[in-house]
């Protein structure tokens, strides 16, 4: 069984069709890439499984669960994460308490934890010693303690990507996370997604521009172009997929992302 | 010692300080400094919601009346004093900081500003007209006492410690748990805030009503330490200024910032005898300068004061980051 469906998904804004019935399933374990060119409906259906966008028609399905709703801050309990497209952290504050903020659904008891009772003292505890390892997992022990404002770029997406991580979801739902990203930062982020995916066995949603990324991570592809979906399969057969040429490029020229 | 260290150490030394204070101040200044708790008390309550929260109110002073008329009331008609006061003020003005925060929900920046003026209006509209709260008349409180025990100023002022050091240990408590994370992230973000599956609403107006107790609680010392409440103080928005100012001046989002700014409040107009109603302008002068030269307030700049003196141990802290040094590994 599919670990996210969607089916016939609708959104309008306005006049405008954003969604026009449009159908996903991601396999659980896959690297999956959500495709197409601008204005295509790609960010408008990630927030709609990410429950920042409501939908007018269709259901959307998580493990057999209805997302329709849900809010979304409800996602993360269920197991999905998700980064943003310019990142998006918590500015004032170190690499540490963003990747601790990533935990908050393990926070338990809010009393225990608001009045340093012993057992929220106890899962305080637990939740910074995980939290050291995944800052570890992500090469982000030296600056932990850092403001996360400070950093580098390349460090803010490893903390973003860490603090999406803390919660240990089964879906993690990338918004174009080598937006910005030169050459080497997007080889180096390829092999952390693919680690992730590997070794951590968390099942990949990503919504990407760069073919080049696409070509490189992701099992199967779904493209979109003008809020419907227009081809399905690996980025290979994708890539050379008339449908998908003409979409990016005209009906001419060959892709050659 | 680690810049944490310091933090503990130095506020050990402070609660120190003003524990053995009394024995060398003749009885009036315990008095005044009592009073100056009060401020105090309230701008911490205003601080976990402005600073760290991030939500503007401009209506605080409508939950210090609800604590000071609760009380009020309470010694009027059943003769209590401060321990029940402090309870039943503060569990009061929670519910009311709870429904206050559900209306307030949608709303940030200025409207919230706004919206919570105008609450403190209505409150000051209400005690105005409803008699039983005797408008400018006033209500008398008798004679203070703690548990049977009677106490004046010194006593007062050891009360007044104990309730301040009470809630600041609390707002640190609070601050530094996943709850308070979960605050500031909501000030930083909050759509990231929501993505790390925090519920937008409910901490909101989980925030708004411990804000609004903590506040109540300098209320019911306010009116115990006056021993009279009346519209004369809790029928318009002054107070509700002056806390905000307390916690803008002071340094937002630190509580030695919040006890900073609640002396200058309190402190200036004393200092200016006759002159005090100077006090406002100067208020808005300092509200001006902080926000431009130093929006962390008199805490930061004390902060960074301090750091300069102590050079090394602030820099193993915090050092600056150096992408060569760090790599890009």
């Known amino acids: 069984m599919d670990l996210l469906s969607a089916r016939g998904v609708h959104v309008h804004f306005g006049g405008l069709r954003a969604l026009d019935g449009v159908d996903l399933s991601v396999p659980p374990g896959s690297i999956y890439g959500l495709i197409g060119p601008n204005g295509a409906g790609k960010t408008t259906l990630f927030n709609c499984i990410s429950r920042f966008q409501p939908y007018s028609a269709g259901a959307i399905h998580y493990r057999g669960r209805d997302l329709g709703a849900l809010g979304p801050h409800d996602a993360m309990g269920l197991g999905m994460a998700r980064t943003f497209q310019n990142i998006n952290l918590f500015r004032s504050r170190s690499t540490l308490d963003n990747i601790l903020i990533g935990m908050h659904a393990r926070l338990g008891n809010p009393l225990a934890a608001m009045l340093s009772l012993p057992s929220g003292r106890r899962r305080e505890g637990a939740l910074r010693g995980r939290a050291r390892q995944m800052a570890e997992m992500f090469g982000l022990t030296d600056v932990l303690d850092q403001q996360v404002v400070h950093l580098p770029f390349g460090y803010q997406k490893r903390v973003e990507l860490a603090r999406a991580l803390a919660s240990e979801p089964t879906l993690l739902l990338l918004d174009e996370p080598v937006a910005g990203c030169n050459e080497e930062e997007t080889r180096e982020l390829c092999e952390i997604v693919r680690a992730i995916n590997r070794d951590l066995n968390v099942t990949v949603l990503v919504v990407e521009h760069d073919m080049s990324l696409v070509r490189a991570i992701c099992d199967e592809v779904t493209v979109l172009d003008f809020g419907r979906n227009i081809a399905r399969g690996a980025p290979v057969e994708i890539l050379n997929h008339p449908a998908v040429v003409e979409a990016y490029l005209g009906e001419t020229v060959a892709p050659h992302a | ?329």
């Open chain 2, 1 to 329: 010692m680690s810049e944490r260290g310091w933090q503990i150490t130095l506020t050990f030394l402070a609660f120190g300080a003003l524990l053995a204070l009394p024995a060398a101040i003749p009885s009036f200044y315990a008095s005044l400094l009592a009073f100056m708790f009060t401020y105090v008390i309230a701008a911490v309550g205003v601080n976990l919601l402005t600073g760290y929260t991030g939500l503007v109110t401009v209506g605080h002073g409508g939950f210090f009346a609800i604590g000071a008329y609760t009380t009020a009331l309470m010694a009027k008609h059943l003769g209590t004093s401060v321990v029940p006061g402090l309870v039943a003020g503060t569990v009061l003005a929670g519910i009311v900081g709870f429904g206050l925060g559900i209306i307030c929900l949608r709303l940030g920046g200025a409207f919230l500003a706004i919206a919570t003026l105008g609450f403190a209006l209505a409150v000051g509209a209400v005690l105005n007209n409803w008699s039983i709260f005797e408008g400018r008349e006033g209500i008398q409180l008798g004679k203070n006492s703690v548990v049977g025990l009677g106490i004046k100023d010194v006593g007062f002022y050891y009360v007044g410690l104990a309730v301040m050091g009470l809630v600041m240990l609390a707002s640190w408590s609070i601050i530094r748990s996943g709850v308070g994370r979960a605050f500031i992230a909501m000030r930083d973000s909050e759509r990231a805030a929501e993505a790390m599956g925090i519920n937008l609403r409910l901490y909101k107006t989980v925030a708004f009503a411990i804000s609004a107790a903590m506040t109540a609680a300098g209320g019911v010392l306010f009116a115990h330490h006056n021993r009279y409440v009346s519209t004369e103080t809790f029928g318009d928005t002054w107070l509700s200024v002056d806390f905000l100012t307390a916690v803008v001046v002071g340094g937002q989002a630190s509580l030695f910032g919040s006890a900073l700014g609640a002396a200058f409040v309190v402190m200036v107009p004393y200092y200016l005898g006759e002159l005090r109603d100077f006090a406002y302008v100067l208020n808005g002068v300092a509200l001006i300068a902080v926000l431009v030269f130093a929006p962390d307030g008199m805490a930061g700049v004390l902060a960074r004061l301090l750091r300069r003196v102590l050079g090394r141990t602030a820099r193993e802290v915090a050092p600056v980051v150096d992408p060569v040094s760090v790599g890009r590994g």
